[in-house]
């Protein structure tokens, strides 16, 4: 071992000079036949941990921070300790610390600042004791500053006491100093590789390369662009994405090694100890640029100077102060650049010249620095060894991590000592946040270090394999111990304000834990789970929004079938919670967790929307009495409703909701009605009584003058009511089958392209509106109501148009792929332009942005932007052009016809409710949907007159029938109900009516469209009946478009 510096009294074998300075390497006589491990210098004392666990002191003795009551001019073992193995030792100006390899921690020395941790405050201790306090756990790791002490356990948790004149302890300002170690809480849950101290700040580093300072920052060794002292830890933003693997601290100076093997240097550089060739303090991370050709693998600061290894050529460099030979350039003046130490250095993978006396050479293996003292560990050329790298974490220096490895101890210790201290250390480490958060680090490509509010820098599989593993018998008393750590100690402990996103891993890992999916846990793992996240502070729960928006989907969807669960777990018990309050309690839980997730998939579309539906409510949960209840909750009823989570109902439930809400504004409507009639007997007017229902007489052969005609003198509140329509001249009561006659027709008349209302797409079979027209605003603000009303009387009508059009109905923009479905030549050309991979477009396409239609057999060139016609489509432009293109045909074109449609449709169907329903359920509940069931329209059926379910005409009916193929399948119900889509509630709802007639083979069967009814003649053969049906069939025209 070689050391140099200044050493006043109790030199270590070595030779100095009057003023007890060593300006150059010397080798140290007391260590020539023992193997040091480490060493630590003080203020004016030198701490020897050697290889077999002994601790040698020297130096100044007048606070006992020797340990012993020998004189310090020569290294003595301390005695006190001689029964312990000892793996890590620390000073501060006059105290020590010894750290054995049982995580117990002695202290000794200088205690009037509370340093020593022994809850007194005595001037000095002689001999080491230990720290009591810490005594319950396993310390892992020590750094003393002057008068302040740092320690981190294995179970994450981190301990200060001492002085905190400066807020070294990152206790806040309310706390003096510190007699006994206390709990720095404001780190808790992050993962830490290391902490460091100088001489009153302090500093701790995350595995993923976080760093956070707090103390004294009069010259700017925090990092944090100025020099405001700090008393809690704060993150030294400008180093996140430096890759930061360890911090050594000067007394006033602060120097970082990266993982690249680059060295920034902060704070005070009066004596140049920043190496940035100026004596300047720097208040902010700087590279030291002298070293950025070299890979630098340890670095050392003393009292103020800094050291860095470059194990490629084996040298030391060393900067700053050297006015006591602390620096070993033979010299004893100041340096403010890295400067090689003086001697014979060479690298352990170099090669030396056949001249080179290789026993003059050392290779160095580590370097240690404090005060004004410098040691370099290291071996002679012939027998080296490696150099330690300070890049590479030693696992058993921080944060236990959890790991196949970690879980084969545990089993082992589990199996031989199932004993109380054993339960203990085992569940210690699965109760810590930290241990979990730094256990799944994504180390492909060092992905970890690049954790941010956007990146969580884990390894999800990994998680998810070893929980897989644990699932396993032979790990069952394990097992047994997560279920208790995470239940009472890890989940009701998370923070709602972490410090760090290294700190917030724990709530995607907890996740994968298989039995949050056993409903047995739900009210012990998984609702509180969803508790603590919905605890979360606006900042941290956009994090966990962010990271949600990276996962998978397979991750994803886990996550919302896993409070879907829980979810119907309640609803099907929730008669066994004797408590009312939990219950509602635990179900808001669970439902704001998976209204938290559906806004996160409304941005990233990691699932289908359908994916967060619960069929099985309607069965559970009377819908429309938690709409009543949900309507009273908007008007400041107190309660618990699902409605306000509408996203968990299928299009069933949002139309039943809202027909709900129809039957309640009709309801309301007849109610006022009804008094006013009552006021109007009263007050003998009965002349003016109002009736109940939107009554509508109409003539069919003036159908759409007459429903304008009637619908204009009704107000908004008339077209809440129950509809009933009469037609001039017949006597039939309208049951229901009238309204729905009207409405087909109608809708056929309004909707027949001779009036230019609409233009008929062929290719796809839709309507959109047309450019241009001629006719009045009415005629379309008439069609809107005409919808609305459909909608609000539960009718199903045969409507073309693309999705396009629910979208806009519930401020969806259109985009190219509802184009491809309206036009699908048109929507594939433009995405052949986007496609297009050449650079020639402009020559290619021949494009500008215009675009042309034909308006009454003349083709009009329109503009899509001002000066349109004079911008050519290129390569840039293009995504701007079909944008431009797809909105002129969804909304500039069309306008003013869409503005008076949605006018009128909105006037009878808008409200909150219909803004629950996503554009395809809009469209499946106004005209329908394809899912069909032949065999429940079979089973469903009603039959009158003779025929019954077994009847030989039936059942040769329904033989025919399921043999037809689905085209001619969809046209009998076109033919039987009006429309070839079946309502949303399914075929159930149809239930098709069948009578017999009396009238002869030869006669077709009859469809009554409006009452779903079937006029069947009594066919005495399959062939006969399929021959006359099919005639029948192709015979119809409808009120179809096509």
Same mark, same amino acid.
Request: proline share 4%; with cysteine; glycine share 8%.
């Given at each position: 071992?070689?050391?140099?510096?200044?050493?006043?009294?109790?030199?270590?074998?070595?030779?100095?000079?009057?003023?007890?300075?060593?300006?150059?390497?010397?080798?140290?006589?007391?260590?020539?036949?023992?193997?040091?491990?480490?060493?630590?210098?003080?203020?004016?004392?030198?701490? #020897?941990?050697?290889?077999?666990?002994?601790?040698?002191?020297?130096?100044?003795?007048?606070?006992?921070?020797? *340990?012993?009551?020998?004189?310090?001019?020569?290294?003595?073992?301390?005695?006190?300790?001689?029964?312990?193995?000892?793996?890590?030792?620390?000073?501060?100006?006059?105290?020590?610390?010894?750290?054995?390899?049982?995580?117990?921690?002695?202290?000794?020395?200088?205690?009037?600042?509370?340093?020593?941790?022994?809850?007194?405050?005595?001037?000095?201790?002689?001999?080491?004791?230990?720290?009591?306090?810490?005594?319950?756990?396993?310390?892992?790791?020590?750094?003393?500053?002057?008068?302040?002490?740092?320690?981190?356990?294995?179970?994450?948790?981190?301990?200060?006491? *001492?002085?905190?004149?400066?807020?070294?302890?990152?206790?806040?300002?309310?706390?003096?100093?510190?007699?006994?170690?206390?709990?720095?809480?404001?780190?808790?849950?992050?993962?830490?590789?290391?902490?460091?101290?100088?001489?009153?700040?302090?500093?701790?580093?995350?595995?993923?390369?976080?760093?956070?300072?707090?103390?004294?920052?009069?010259?700017?060794?925090?990092?944090?662009?100025?020099?405001?002292?700090?008393?809690?830890?704060?993150?030294?933003?400008?180093?996140?994405?430096?890759?930061?693997?360890?911090?050594?601290?000067?007394? !006033?100076?602060?120097?970082?090694?990266?993982?690249? *093997?680059?060295?920034?240097?902060?704070?005070?550089?009066?004596?140049?100890?920043?190496?940035?060739?100026?004596?300047?303090?720097?208040?902010?991370?700087?590279?030291?640029?002298?070293?950025?050709?070299?890979?630098?693998?340890?670095?050392?600061? *003393?009292?103020?100077?800094?050291?860095? #290894?470059?194990?490629?050529?084996?040298?030391?460099?060393?900067?700053?102060?050297?006015?006591?030979?602390?620096?070993?350039?033979?010299?004893?003046?100041?340096?403010?650049?890295?400067?090689?130490?003086?001697?014979?250095?060479?690298?352990?993978?170099?090669?030396?010249?056949?001249?080179?006396?290789?026993?003059?050479?050392?290779?160095?293996?580590?370097?240690?620095?404090?005060?004004?003292?410098?040691?370099?560990?290291?071996?002679?050329?012939?027998?080296?060894?490696?150099?330690?790298?300070?890049?590479?974490?030693?696992?058993?220096?921080?944060?236990?991590?959890?790991?196949?490895?970690?879980?084969?101890?545990?089993?082992?210790?589990?199996?031989?000592?199932?004993?109380?201290?054993?339960?203990?250390?085992?569940?210690?480490?699965?109760?810590?946040?930290?241990?979990?958060?730094?256990?799944?680090?994504?180390?492909?490509?060092?992905?970890?270090?690049?954790?941010?509010?956007?990146?969580?820098?884990?390894?999800?599989?990994?998680?998810?394999?070893?929980?897989?593993?644990?699932?396993?018998?032979?790990?069952?008393?394990?097992?047994?111990?997560?279920?208790?750590?995470?239940?009472?100690?890890?989940?009701?402990?998370?923070?709602?304000?972490?410090?760090?996103?290294?700190?917030?891993?724990?709530?995607?890992?907890?996740?994968?834990?298989?039995?949050?999916?056993?409903?047995?846990?739900?009210?012990?793992?998984?609702?509180?789970?969803?508790?603590?996240?919905?605890?979360?502070?606006?900042?941290?729960?956009?994090?966990?929004?962010?990271?949600?928006?990276?996962?998978?989907?397979?991750?994803?969807?886990?996550?919302?079938?896993?409070?879907?669960?829980?979810?119907?777990?309640?609803?099907?018990?929730?008669?066994?919670?004797?408590?009312?309050?939990?219950?509602?309690?635990?179900?808001?839980?669970?439902?704001?967790?998976?209204?938290?997730?559906?806004?996160?998939?409304?941005?990233?579309?990691?699932?289908?929307?359908?994916?967060?539906?619960?069929?099985?409510?309607?069965?559970?949960?009377?819908?429309?009495?938690?709409?009543?209840?949900?309507?009273?909750?908007?008007?400041?009823?107190?309660?618990?409703?699902?409605?306000?989570?509408?996203?968990?109902?299928?299009?069933?439930?949002?139309?039943?909701?809202?027909?709900?809400?129809?039957?309640?504004?009709?309801?309301?409507?007849?109610?006022?009605?009804?008094?006013?009639?009552?006021?109007?007997?009263?007050?003998? !007017?009965?002349?003016?009584?109002?009736?109940?229902?939107?009554?509508?007489?109409?003539?069919?052969?003036?159908?759409?003058?007459?429903?304008?005609?009637?619908?204009?003198?009704?107000?908004?509140?008339?077209?809440?009511?129950?509809?009933?329509?009469?037609?001039?001249?017949?006597?039939?009561?309208?049951?229901?089958?009238?309204?729905?006659?009207?409405?087909?027709?109608?809708?056929?008349?309004?909707?027949?392209?001779?009036?230019?209302?609409?233009?008929?797409?062929?290719?796809?079979?839709?309507?959109?509106?047309?450019?241009?027209?001629?006719?009045?605003?009415?005629?379309?603000?008439?069609?809107?109501?005409?919808?609305?009303?459909?909608?609000?009387?539960?009718?199903?009508?045969?409507?073309?148009?693309?999705?396009?059009?629910?979208?806009?109905?519930?401020?969806?923009?259109?985009?190219?792929?509802?184009?491809? !479905?309206?036009?699908?030549?048109?929507?594939?050309?433009?995405?052949?332009?986007?496609?297009?991979?050449?650079?020639?477009?402009?020559?290619?396409?021949?494009?500008?942005?215009?675009?042309?239609?034909?308006?009454?057999?003349?083709?009009?060139?329109?503009?899509?932007?001002?000066?349109?016609?004079?911008?050519?489509?290129?390569?840039?432009?293009?995504?701007?052009?079909?944008?431009?293109?797809?909105?002129?045909? #969804?909304?500039?074109?069309?306008?003013?016809?869409?503005?008076?449609?949605?006018?009128?449709?909105?006037?009878?169907?808008?409200?909150?409710?219909?803004?629950?329903?996503?554009?395809?359920?809009?469209?499946?509940?106004?005209?329908?949907?394809?899912?069909?069931?032949?065999?429940?329209?079979?089973?469903?059926?009603?039959?009158?007159?003779?025929?019954?379910?077994?009847?030989?005409?039936?059942?040769?009916?329904?033989?025919?029938?399921?043999?037809?193929?689905?085209?001619?399948?969809?046209?009998?119900?076109?033919?039987?109900?009006?429309?070839?889509?079946?309502?949303?509630?399914?075929?159930?709802?149809?239930?098709?009516?069948?009578?017999?007639?009396?009238?002869?083979?030869?006669?077709?069967?009859?469809?009554?469209?409006?009452?779903?009814?079937?006029?069947?003649?009594?066919?005495?053969?399959?062939?006969?009946?399929?021959?006359?049906?099919?005639?029948?069939?192709?015979?119809?025209?409808?009120?179809?478009?096509?």
């Amino acid at each position: 071992m070689l050391c140099w510096g200044y050493w006043s009294l109790g030199q270590p074998g070595i030779s100095t000079n009057l003023q007890g300075i060593v300006a150059e390497p010397q080798v140290c006589g007391f260590i020539s036949d023992r193997s040091v491990k480490e060493v630590a210098c003080g203020g004016n004392h030198s701490v #020897f941990l050697l290889e077999d666990g002994e601790v040698y002191t020297c130096g100044l003795n007048t606070k006992g921070q020797l *340990g012993h009551e020998r004189e310090g001019n020569k290294p003595e073992q301390i005695g006190a300790l001689a029964d312990q193995h000892i793996i890590h030792v620390a000073c501060g100006e006059s105290h020590s610390l010894a750290l054995s390899d049982r995580g117990q921690l002695f202290s000794w020395g200088a205690g009037s600042d509370g340093q020593l941790g022994l809850m007194t405050t005595e001037d000095s201790v002689a001999v080491p004791r230990l720290i009591q306090k810490l005594n319950q756990q396993t310390i892992l790791q020590v750094s003393c500053g002057n008068w302040h002490c740092l320690a981190l356990a294995a179970d994450g948790q981190f301990f200060t006491w *001492g002085k905190n004149s400066h807020g070294q302890l990152g206790l806040g300002k309310e706390f003096p100093s510190q007699a006994s170690p206390q709990r720095v809480r404001s780190l808790e849950g992050i993962p830490l590789a290391q902490v460091a101290a100088g001489g009153a700040h302090s500093f701790a580093l995350s595995l993923s390369g976080a760093v956070f300072g707090w103390g004294m920052n009069n010259a700017g060794q925090l990092g944090l662009s100025d020099e405001k002292d700090r008393e809690s830890p704060c993150h030294v933003k400008l180093l996140r994405t430096q890759k930061v693997v360890y911090i050594s601290c000067g007394e !006033e100076h602060t120097a970082v090694l990266t993982k690249s *093997g680059g060295v920034f240097t902060f704070g005070a550089g009066s004596c140049g100890q920043l190496g940035h060739d100026s004596m300047n303090d720097e208040v902010n991370p700087r590279r030291v640029l002298e070293l950025m050709g070299s890979e630098v693998t340890q670095i050392a600061c *003393g009292r103020q100077h800094t050291l860095a #290894f470059v194990p490629s050529s084996g040298l030391i460099y060393a900067f700053g102060c050297g006015a006591r030979g602390q620096l070993g350039t033979g010299h004893t003046c100041n340096v403010k650049c890295p400067s090689p130490v003086k001697g014979y250095w060479a690298a352990h993978s170099g090669q030396l010249s056949a001249r080179a006396d290789r026993f003059k050479y050392h290779i160095v293996k580590q370097i240690f620095s404090g005060g004004d003292q410098t040691f370099v560990l290291c071996s002679k050329y012939e027998n080296s060894s490696p150099a330690v790298d300070f890049r590479t974490m030693n696992q058993a220096h921080y944060t236990s991590l959890i790991n196949d490895e970690t879980i084969a101890v545990w089993r082992q210790k589990l199996s031989e000592h199932n004993n109380a201290n054993t339960i203990n250390g085992v569940v210690q480490i699965l109760s810590s946040a930290a241990c979990w958060n730094g256990s799944f680090l994504e180390k492909k490509i060092d992905e970890h270090f690049k954790t941010s509010p956007k990146i969580p820098g884990i390894d999800l599989n990994s998680t998810r394999v070893l929980f897989e593993k644990l699932m396993n018998s032979q790990h069952s008393m394990i097992l047994e111990q997560i279920l208790n750590s995470f239940e009472s100690c890890l989940i009701p402990q998370l923070s709602s304000s972490p410090p760090d996103v290294e700190a917030m891993r724990i709530y995607l890992i907890l996740p994968e834990f298989p039995l949050l999916q056993d409903s047995k846990y739900y009210i012990t793992l998984t609702i509180p789970l969803a508790m603590a996240i919905l605890r979360l502070d606006t900042n941290p729960s956009k994090v966990l929004d962010n990271w949600w928006s990276q996962v998978c989907p397979k991750y994803f969807m886990k996550l919302v079938n896993l409070y879907k669960g829980a979810v119907l777990y309640l609803l099907r018990g929730r008669k066994t919670f004797l408590i009312p309050v939990l219950f509602n309690n635990y179900i808001t839980a669970a439902l704001k967790l998976l209204e938290k997730l559906y806004k996160v998939n409304l941005k990233v579309k990691h699932v289908e929307y359908d994916t967060f539906y619960i069929p099985e409510i309607s069965s559970l949960v009377d819908i429309q009495e938690d709409y009543l209840m949900w309507f009273l909750h908007q008007a400041g009823m107190d309660t618990v409703t699902l409605c306000s989570y509408p996203f968990i109902f299928d299009a069933q439930a949002k139309t039943k909701m809202l027909q709900t809400d129809a039957e309640l504004q009709m309801q309301v409507a007849v109610n006022g009605a009804n008094l006013q009639n009552v006021f109007m007997l009263l007050t003998l !007017e009965p002349l003016l009584a109002r009736s109940p229902f939107l009554v509508l007489h109409v003539r069919r052969n003036n159908l759409v003058g007459d429903a304008l005609r009637e619908l204009s003198i009704h107000s908004d509140i008339d077209l809440k009511k129950p509809l009933k329509v009469i037609f001039d001249g017949e006597e039939a009561v309208d049951a229901g089958g009238v309204t729905k006659e009207f409405f087909l027709l109608l809708l056929k008349e309004l909707l027949n392209p001779i009036y230019g209302m609409f233009t008929y797409y062929q290719d796809s079979n839709l309507l959109w509106f047309s450019d241009t027209c001629f006719v009045e605003h009415n005629w379309f603000h008439l069609i809107g109501i005409t919808c609305g009303l459909a909608i609000y009387n539960s009718t199903v009508v045969d409507l073309h148009f693309p999705l396009a059009l629910y979208k806009k109905l519930l401020n969806v923009k259109p985009g190219l792929e509802d184009l491809k !479905e309206l036009s699908p030549t048109e929507g594939r050309s433009l995405q052949e332009l986007l496609d297009y991979p050449g650079e020639d477009v402009e020559e290619t396409f021949c494009l500008n942005f215009t675009i042309c239609r034909e308006s009454y057999g003349v083709i009009e060139q329109k503009k899509l932007i001002p000066g349109g016609d004079n911008v050519t489509v290129c390569k840039d432009n293009r995504q701007e052009f079909v944008d431009a293109y797809v909105n002129y045909v #969804f909304q500039i074109s069309v306008h003013e016809w869409y503005t008076a449609f949605s006018s009128g449709f909105l006037k009878v169907c808008g409200g909150k409710v219909l803004e629950l329903f996503q554009p395809s359920e809009l469209r499946a509940m106004m005209v329908g949907n394809s899912n069909y069931n032949w065999e429940e329209l079979e089973e469903t059926a009603i039959y009158k007159g003779d025929y019954s379910a077994t009847h030989p005409t039936v059942k040769l009916f329904w033989e025919t029938f399921h043999e037809f193929p689905l085209e001619k399948k969809k046209k009998f119900l076109l033919f039987l109900t009006g429309s070839d889509r079946i309502p949303i509630y399914g075929m159930a709802s149809l239930q098709i009516v069948i009578q017999s007639t009396a009238s002869g083979e030869e006669y077709l069967p009859v469809a009554h469209t409006c009452y779903n009814l079937l006029d069947l003649p009594k066919y005495s053969s399959k062939e006969i009946l399929s021959a006359r049906l099919t005639q029948a069939l192709d015979n119809y025209e409808g009120f179809s478009l096509a």
